[in-house]
């Protein structure tokens, strides 16, 4: 099966990634926005509902709900 990408994985934590982007530090990533999610990010390829894989964290599997600031909104 495809590696879940953690929180702790260096390039994650660098990204700011959560798995639940409600838990994102908003005062911190002011790009964070509650609409903007791994589901609708450009980097994102589903795999199921609830994850898809993400070309900026090495194609690991990231929560369809997640965030990171690399966000960019799905062409
Ligand atoms: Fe989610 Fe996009 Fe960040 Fe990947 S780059 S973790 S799909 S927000």
Redesign the pocket.
Known sequence: AQAKVTEDDPTAKA?G?KADGSKVDAAKFKTWAKTNT?AN?N??KSANANEGS?V??GNKL?AAK???S??IKKA
Do not use: E, I, S, T
Request: charge should be neutral.
């Open positions: 990204l990634y791994c990010c980097f994102y993400c900026a964290l990231v997640g965030w990171c690399a966000w």
